[in-house]
């Protein structure tokens, strides 16, 4: 514990699923507490049951106020090494017939609940890291998956602000995991084609093995959050295809083809 670059304690958001459940489980191994947060109860305590000793559930949804308070009172004022923004939810569709509440929910999901969870626990995150699970459809518009990218550009951009306005006391990092063969990726590959074109890109991603398994993903993250300086850290966006830093963390192939 001595080597470690933070205090020894994590929040991770979206942890019943993917890669949130994974980083939750590669941090809590990597002899962190881990407070667990996300909606779905069972999923939660699945998850603790793997490593009860270090992983704390805590239902709670990061689109209310309430239940953000909630997590900052789970942590009872110790100090924080690492918040994960996993949560993340991929509504599907055209942006000409998107619905209101389908927008909103992405919005308070992907980036709202992104910056007041900072706000709600910046005083516990000094010295500590934050990382922004980020993905290329913030920078690619694909037809059908418009609102997720315009979510995920805002959470970009509110990456980099974040990093100007309260830098000198967090370090704020953005990660790119690829495709990864989560729920997420079995939602779109499910969805009709007709209201979500973009699920045949996935497909051919899919088709040439171009998976990432969520716990390559979760290395990767523990490697950045655990290992890196701080200055490295937050000094631009990281990308997990990137060769240039897979020998300091990457064991075997970067891919894992779906369902094996
Ligand atoms: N899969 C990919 O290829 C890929 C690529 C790039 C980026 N990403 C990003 O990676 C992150 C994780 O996605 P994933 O692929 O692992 O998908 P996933 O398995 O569907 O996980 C999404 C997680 O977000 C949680 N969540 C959603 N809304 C929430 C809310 N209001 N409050 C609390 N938790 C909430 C879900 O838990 P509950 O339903 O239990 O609340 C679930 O644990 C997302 O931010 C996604 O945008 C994924």
């Known amino acids: 514990m001595s080597a470690l670059r933070i205090a020894p304690r994590a929040v991770v958001t979206g942890a019943s699923s993917g890669i949130g459940r994974a980083t939750a489980l590669a941090l809590a191994r990597a002899g962190l507490e881990v407070l667990a947060v996300a909606r779905r109860e ?3 305590e699945r998850l603790a049951a793997e490593a009860p000793e270090r992983i704390r559930p805590l239902v709670a949804d990061v689109t209310s106020a309430d239940d953000r308070v909630r997590i900052r009172e789970a942590l009872r004022g110790e100090p924080l090494g690492a918040l994960v923004h996993g949560a993340g939810v991929f509504p599907r569709g055209p942006l000409s017939g998107v619905s209101a509440d389908d927008w909103r929910a992405a919005m308070a999901t992907n980036v709202d609940a992104r910056l007041h969870l900072v706000q709600e626990l910046a005083p516990s995150l000094r010295g500590g ?21 315009i979510s995920k550009a805002a959470s970009l951009m509110l990456w980099r602000c974040l990093a100007v306005e309260l830098g000198d006391e967090i370090t704020f990092a953005m990660a790119k995991p690829g495709l990864v063969a989560t729920d997420m990726l079995e939602g779109s590959l499910a969805a009709p084609r007709d209201a979500f074109p973009a699920g045949e890109v996935y ?3 899919c088709a040439r093995g171009e998976t990432v398994a969520p716990e ?13 300086d701080a200055a490295e850290l937050g000094a631009d966006g ?13 064991e075997g192939p970067l891919y894992t083809p779906r369902g094996r």
């Open 238 to 250: 990281w990308d997990i295809r990137d060769q240039h830093h897979h020998a300091r963390w990457l």
């Open 203 to 205: 497909e051919a991603m």
């Open 129 to 149: 890291r934050v990382l922004f699970v980020g993905s290329d459809a913030a920078t690619t518009p694909r037809a059908g998956g418009a609102v997720y990218s």
């Open 42 to 44: 069972p999923e939660l």
């Open 216 to 228: 390559t993903v979760a290395r990767f993250f523990r490697w950045l959050l655990l290992e890196t």
